[in-house]
């Protein structure tokens, strides 16, 4: 067989001696039996059509666990089974006092921030080091 081009057209062209009328015609491609759906996998000398076993959904996989789905759910890793699983969330906070470790108290304006070591808290204050901002 003599070197095979690809014109720009996506068909086979030859140097002028050969012309490759199909895929099987090539030298490291190996098809038999085709059918809808199939793809070529490469075996370590040759490619050959193989039915396509990649999959369709998510829990498919084998380390994936999909149960009673909801909107706004997350898929999260459990280290535990070692599997992803679904689980609620991902709607994420819409107020920063939302967060665990935020309190916000009367706020107002040109209040600022200040984390409290005996609370482990940010909170809302107008005062820093004992001194109004």
């Known amino acids: 067989m003599s070197k095979i081009i690809i014109n720009q057209e996506a068909t086979f062209v030859s140097d002028g001696n050969d012309i490759v009328d199909t895929l099987n015609e090539l030298t490291d491609v190996t098809i038999t039996s085709p059918s809808n759906g199939q793809i070529l996998e490469y075996n370590g000398s040759y ?26 759910e997350l898929l999260v890793y459990d280290a535990g089974t070692g599997k992803w699983i679904n689980q609620a969330g991902g709607a994420g906070v819409s107020a920063i006092d939302d967060l665990s470790d935020v309190t916000i108290t009367s706020v107002a304006d040109g209040e600022l921030l200040v984390y409290n070591s005996t609370s482990s808290q940010w909170e809302n204050t107008d005062t820093i080091d004992g001194g109004t901002y």
């Open 47 to 72: 490619w050959q059509n193989v039915p396509n076993t990649a999959p369709s959904f998510i829990d498919d996989l084998t380390d994936v666990v999909i149960t009673s789905v909801a909107d706004g």
